[in-house]
C-alpha cells in the first residue's frame, strides 16, 4: 500500500482507529529507542574506556562519531525518504541499527567500537526523519496530528532521561554491552510488525536527487557539529575547532548558493523563505539546545558540588523526564485552544524562569528541591515548546514536502541536542575562577544565566518572526 501526495492536508480520519493506534505504537517505540541511544552511554564512558583501552582523549569519540553522523546526515536522509519511499528507508535504517548494536556489544577493540557508533549514528539520521514523516503522512493535519507529536516529543524527551539512568543501571548491575544489546529486540520487534501495518509514503512522482546540494549540506553540517564539540572539549581558541566552524558556514553558503540554480533543490527556496518553517526551526534548535545543555550543567551540579554518584545523579533528572511528558500530554490540548506559536511562546517563558530560578542554587544538598522544582518545570515548558516548533514547523505543506520538513526538523533536534553540551560547558569552564565546589558552581550559575538569556531570546524572536503564524482554529 503506498501513500501520495494526492490528498489535501487535513483530510483523514477524525479519531484513531486500531490500525493507527498501532502505527502510532510503532513509530513512538522506534523514536524513543533513537532517544534513549543518544544518553544510555554517557553514564558508562569511563567503564568502556577502562575495558577496551580507549585512552582519555580518544574517549570523546564515542559519542562525537555517533552525533556527527546522527546530526550532519539527517537532512540528507530525509529527502532521501522523500524521493524512494519513507517506510522504505525506515526499515532500512532500523535494520542496520540492530546490527550496528549487536556489533558494538560484541566489539573487542576501540576501532570496533568506534565503526557501531558510526553506523548507529547514520542510521539515526535515516530513521529518525523517515520516521517522524510517516507520523505526520500518517495523521492529517490537526488535532490528531497535534496528539500524535506530542506523544512523540513527550517520549523522546523522557527518552533522553531513561538513557541516563538506564546507562548507570545497566553498567552497575550488568555491562556496559547491554547498553547496545537493548536496541536489538526493539529493532526487531519494529520490523517484523512495521511492514504489515505501516503503509508505504512517496510522491506520485520521484525528483531527480540535487546531489551538489546534498554533499555540500552534509559535509557543512558534519564540519559545524565537529567545529562546536571540539570547541567544547579544547576551547574556542583551538585552531581545528575555529577552522572547522569557519569551513562549515562556508560549506552551507554553497549549498544556499546551490539550492537557488538547482532544478530539483534539496531544500527548494520557497520552502526555507516560509517564517514557520525557518523560524520554527530557530526556535526548536533553542529549546533543543539549551534544556539537553542543562541536563549537563545540573549533573556536574549534582557530581561535583553536591558529591551526588552518577547513578545518583542520573536517577535525580527523573522529574525531568516527567515533567517532560506531563508537557508532551498537555502540549496538544494547549495548541488547539490557544494555537502552536502561543504555545511555544508560553513554553519558553515556562522554561527560562524555571531556569532563572536555578541561579538560587547553593554549595549543600539542602538546595536539591529546588534543582527538582526548576527541572521539572522547566520539563514542561521545554515540551510545550518543542511540540509547538514540531507543529509550527511541519503544518501547511504538502505530503510531498513533508520528508524536507521532518529532516529539517529532526536536524534541527540532532544539531541542538549536540552542540548544546560543548557550548555551555565552554561558557562555564571559561567562567570559573579557582577551585572547589563553590567555584565550579560559580561558573556553572554563568552558563545557566546564559542558558535562560538564550531562551528567552528565542521566545522575543517567536512573537517577532512568527506573528499572524500558528494561530488557533478560533482565532
Known amino acids: 500500500m503506498t501513500v501520495t501526495d494526492t490528498r489535501a492536508a487535513g483530510t483523514g480520519p477524525a479519531a484513531l482507529t486500531p490500525r493507527l493506534r498501532l502505527v502510532l505504537v510503532l513509530l513512538l517505540a522506534a523514536q524513543f529507542m533513537l532517544a534513549v541511544d543518544f544518553s544510555i552511554l554517557n553514564v558508562a564512558l569511563p567503564v568502556i574506556g577502562d575495558g577496551l583501552g580507549f585512552s582519555l582523549a580518544h574517549l570523546q569519540w564515542i559519542g562525537t562519531a555517533f552525533a556527527l553522523c546522527a546530526a550532519g546526515f539527517t537532512l540528507l536522509f530525509g529527502r ?31 576501532e570496533t567500537l568506534i565503526t557501531a557508533r558510526v553506523l548507529q549514528g547514520l542510521a539515526t539520521a535515516a530513521v529518525t526523519p523517515a520516521g517522524l514523516s510517516l507520523l505526520t503522512t500518517s495523521f492529517p493535519e490537526g488535532p490528531l496530528r497535534e496528539r500524535a507529536l506530542g506523544l512523540n516529543g513527550a517520549l523522546m524527551s523522557a527518552g533522553f532521561t531513561t538513557g541516563a539512568i538506564l546507562g548507570g543501571m545497566l553498567t552497575d548491575l550488568l555491562s556496559w554491552r547491554w547498553a547496545f544489546f537493548l536496541n536489538i529486540p526493539v529493532a526487531l520487534a519494529v520490523l517484523v510488525v512495521a511492514p504489515s501495518v505501516v503503509k508505504e509514503s512517496r510522491p506520485a512522482e520521484r525528483p531527480k536527487l540535487d546531489l551538489p546540494g546534498a554533499v555540500t549540506v552534509t559535509l557543512g553540517l558534519l564540519a559545524v557539529v565537529l567545529g562546536f564539540t571540539q570547541a567544547g572539549e579544547r576551547g574556542w581558541g583551538s585552531p581545528l575547532a575555529l577552522g572547522a566552524l569557519g569551513l562549515g558556514l562556508f560549506l552551507l553558503l554553497v549549498f544556499l548558493a546551490v539550492e537557488r540554480r538547482a532544478p530539483a533543490p534539496l531544500v527548494p527556496p520557497s520552502v526555507l523563505g516560509r517564517r514557520s518553517v525557518a523560524w520554527g526551526n530557530v526556535a526548536g534548535l533553542i529549546a533543543f539546545l539549551t534544556e539537553t545543555s542543562l541536563v549537563f550543567l545540573m549533573t556536574l551540579y549534582l557530581q561535583e558540588v553536591l558529591g551526588f554518584s552518577p547513578l545518583a545523579a542520573g536517577l535525580s533528572f527523573g522529574v525531568l523526564g516527567l515533567g517532560t511528558v506531563l508537557g508532551g500530554l498537555a502540549a496538544p490540548r494547549v495548541i488547539g485552544r490557544f494555537g502552536s506559536r502561543s504555545t511555544l511562546v508560553a513554553g519558553g517563558l515556562v522554561q527560562a524562569v524555571a531556569t532563572a530560578a536555578l541561579l538560587g542554587l547553593g554549595v549543600d544538598r539542602s538546595w536539591l528541591w529546588l534543582l527538582l522544582t526548576g527541572t521539572f518545570l522547566g520539563g514542561i515548558g521545554n515540551m510545550l515548546a518543542i511540540v509547538g516548533f514540531m507543529v509550527t514547523a511541519t503544518s501547511g505543506l504538502a505530503d510531498r514536502e513533508q520528508g524536507l520538513a521532518t529532516g529539517l526538523a529532526t536536524m534541527t533536534q540532532q544539531i541542538g541536542i549536540t552542540v548544546g553540551t560543548p557550548v555551555m560547558s565552554a561558557v562555564a569552564t571559561a567562567a570559573m575562577v579557582g577551585t572547589g565546589p563553590a567555584a565550579v558552581l560559580g561558573g556553572l550559575k554563568t552558563a545557566v544565566a546564559v542558558n535562560a538569556g538564550v531562551v528567552l531570546l528565542g521566545v522575543i524572536g517567536s512573537l517577532v518572526f512568527l506573528r499572524g503564524e500558528g494561530r488557533a482554529p478560533s482565532e
Not at 524512494?84 to 576501540?110: T, Y
Open 80 to 110: 532521501v525518504a522523500d524521493l524512494f519511499g519513507r517506510r522504505r528507508i525506515f526499515l532500512g535504517g532500523l535494520a542496520v541499527l540492530a546490527a550496528a548494536s549487536l556489533l558494538g556489544g560484541l566489539a573487542q577493540s576501540p
